[in-house]
């Protein structure tokens, strides 16, 4: 089992900043990839960003150029950057781990982004 928590989340002005967090406890070594996808108002679950056991990003085309995601391996924490935020970035955002072929949930955090 692993356990996700977020933070971070908010209200911010369109061009803002906001870092998320996702501190994952649990059976962590089993962790092959982490990272976030998030949840607009009547939209489907779409990804962000993602970081593997190795290394390797992989941003969605709306993410790339403002976002960044990073990991703590100390902390077992993973972060995501967001700058340059639109309204349309407007979500609840959710840290994903897939883990032995499983998939795990946080339970999000909000970001909202006003014009």
């Known amino acids: 089992q692993v356990q996700l928590v977020e933070s971070g989340g908010g209200l911010v002005q369109a061009g803002g900043s906001l870092r998320l967090s996702c501190a994952a406890s649990?059976?962590?070594?089993?962790?092959?990839?982490i990272g976030w996808y998030r949840q607009g108002a009547g939209n489907q679950r779409e990804l962000v960003a993602t970081?593997?056991?190795?290394?390797?990003?992989n941003y969605a085309d709306s993410a790339k150029g403002r976002f960044t995601i990073s990991r703590d391996n100390a902390k077992i924490t993973v972060y995501l950057q967001m700058n340059s935020l639109k309204p349309e970035d407007t979500a609840v955002y959710y840290c994903?781990?897939?883990?032995?072929?499983?998939?795990?949930w946080g339970k999000g955090t909000l970001v909202t982004v006003s014009s």
């Open positions: 649990g059976i962590i070594f089993g962790i092959d990839r």
């Open positions: 970081i593997t056991r190795a290394g390797t990003t």
């Open positions: 994903n781990a897939a883990a032995s072929g499983m998939d795990y």
